[in-house]
Nanobody
Framework: QLQASGGGLVQAGGSLRLSCGAS????????MGWFRQAPGKEREFVAR????????NYADSVKDRFTISRGNKKNTLYLQMNSLKPEDTAVYYC?????????????????WGQGTLVTVSS
């Protein structure tokens, strides 16, 4: 089970840190990802991180502004979001990929958190 938190209202240029807590002892065996869904749009890939944390990928739209990380001993995934823009406004979801194929596709992720809303005002 995944539980995302940390969303809120922030002004453009501000920062937020999202967290995703995972229950169970298998957290380190999953690749993890963050996705987001803006109103009226499809869910899109934001970032992913390998089991060890050494391989990371970002969507072009968030590269150099967002940082994904994980704490396997704490069973927690993080997303540090800096220099936020109004177009970053969305519900953010964490997800776990059991197979670990480095995917950016929604359908390849097996477990999803409930989402946390990020609103960036201009």
């Amino acid at each position: 089970q995944l539980q995302a938190s940390g969303g809120g209202l922030v002004q453009a240029g501000g920062s937020l840190r999202l967290s995703c807590g995972a229950s169970g002892r298998a957290f380190s065996s999953y690749e993890m990802g963050w996705f987001r869904q803006a109103p009226g749009k499809e869910r899109e890939f934001v970032a992913r991180i390998s089991r060890s944390g050494f391989i990371i990928n970002y969507a072009d739209s968030v590269k150099d502004r967002f940082t994904i990380s994980r704490g396997n001993k704490k069973n927690t995934l993080y997303l540090q979001m800096n220099s936020l823009k109004p177009e970053d406004t969305a519900v953010y979801y964490c997800a776990a990929d059991r197979e670990g194929a480095g995917s950016r596709r929604n359908q390849d992720y097996d477990y999803w958190g409930q989402g946390t809303l990020v609103t960036v005002s201009s």
